[in-house]
C-alpha cells in the first residue's frame, strides 16, 4: 500500500458548529490540531506567485527556538524564482501532494509525493508547479550553524519509497524510523525523519532530552503523553516540543501512526557568553 499524507485544505467550519476544540499551547508543548488550519489563518510570502501557507512554527518567546515550519499550498502555474529571502539559512522540502518542479543550482528535478530534498545555506534553487493539480508539502528552515573544520552538507533529492526504514530495537518491527540523512554526518545540525508505530506500538518510556521536536501527524491516530497531559492526536495535527519536555505515545488507531518530524542535532549548546584563553 503506498503511503499516506494528510494534508490541509482550509475552508471553514458552518455557523453550527461548537467553538471547542483540542488545540492547547502550554509552556512545555503546543498541539495545534488539522481543525485550526482554515482560510483565515492563511500567511503569503514576498515572490512566491499562486501559493499560501500555513506557518505552524516559528521562532519566538516561549515557542520555537531553533526552527520555522510551514505548509505550502502552491496552485497550478504558482512558484517562486527567489523562493529564500533569508542569508544562512537551511531548507528541508517533504512533498505530500502534486509535483514540484525544481531547479538547484542548475539542474532540473521533477519532486512527487513523499519526496524529500534537502537546501544547504546559499543553495541557488527555484520551485514551480507546473501542473493542473495543487502542489502541498513543507518547508522546514533552521539558521545554520556552522563548524570550523566542518564542510557544508550536500544537497539531498530523495523519496520516502527508496529508503528502508530503520527498525528500533526490541520492538519486534513495530516502531521505526525513515531517515533521509546518516546520524553520523556531523556536517547536519538538523534531522527531519518519519516515524511510524504500527497498531498498538508505543513508545514505552518518557522520552526527556535535549532536541526541540516538531511533528506533523501524517497518517492515523494516536496518544502523546506530553508533560503531565495526555493528548489525543490525528493526522493532519501538528505537536511542537520543548527540549526537555517528557515525550511518550503509542499508536491508537486500527492503521499505522505516521508522523513526519524535526528536531536540532550535533551542535555543542549556545551559552550566551564570549569564552576566552
Avoid at 498541539?31 to 483565515?40: A, L, Y
Avoid at 543550482?105 to 527555484?126: R, S
Avoid at 564542510?151 to 533521509?180: H, L
Wanted: a negative charge.
Amino acid at each position: 500500500m503506498s503511503a499516506k499524507y494528510f494534508y490541509p485544505t482550509g475552508g471553514h467550519p458552518g455557523q453550527e458548529q461548537l467553538l471547542t476544540d483540542r488545540a492547547i499551547f502550554t509552556n512545555a508543548y503546543a498541539v495545534i490540531p488539522k481543525g485550526t488550519m482554515r482560510d483565515i489563518v492563511t500567511s503569503y510570502l514576498p515572490f512566491w506567485d499562486k501559493t499560501r501557507l500555513w506557518v505552524i512554527a516559528r521562532p519566538m518567546t516561549g515557542f520555537a527556538e531553533t526552527f520555522s515550519q510551514y505548509i505550502m499550498e502552491v496552485s497550478p502555474g504558482g512558484g517562486s524564482d527567489q523562493p529564500e529571502t533569508d542569508m544562512g539559512v537551511e531548507g528541508v522540502l517533504f512533498i505530500v501532494a502534486g509535483t514540484a518542479f525544481l531547479k538547484i543550482n542548475g539542474e532540473n528535478y521533477n519532486v512527487e509525493e513523499g519526496g524529500y530534498v534537502f537546501l544547504p545555506p546559499e543553495t541557488n534553487w527555484t520551485l514551480h508547479n507546473k501542473t493542473d493539480d495543487i502542489l502541498r508539502f513543507h518547508w522546514i528552515r533552521k539558521a545554520y550553524q556552522a563548524v570550523v573544520g566542518l564542510d557544508q552538507p550536500d544537497v539531498i533529492i530523495a523519496n520516502e519509497k527508496d529508503i528502508q526504514p530503520t527498525i528500533m530495537p526490541d520492538t519486534d518491527g513495530k516502531w521505526s524510523t525513515t531517515r533521509f540523512v546518516a546520524p553520523s554526518d556531523l556536517r547536519h545540525d538538523m534531522h527531519v525523519t518519519i516515524v511510524t508505530l504500527e497498531p498498538g506500538a508505543v513508545i514505552p518510556f518518557l522520552e526527556t532530552h535535549v532536541m526541540e521536536h516538531g511533528l506533523y501527524v501524517l497518517e492515523g491516530k494516536g496518544v502523546y503523553r506530553l508533560n503531565n497531559d495526555w493528548v489525543e492526536v490525528e493526522a493532519g495535527d501538528y505537536m511542537w516540543l520543548r527540549a526537555f519536555c517528557p515525550q511518550a505515545c503509542y499508536a491508537g488507531g486500527p492503521g499505522k501512526f505516521r508522523y513526519l518530524l524535526y528536531k536540532d542535532v550535533n551542535r555543542h549548546m549556545k551559552l550566551g557568553v564570549s569564552i576566552g584563553n
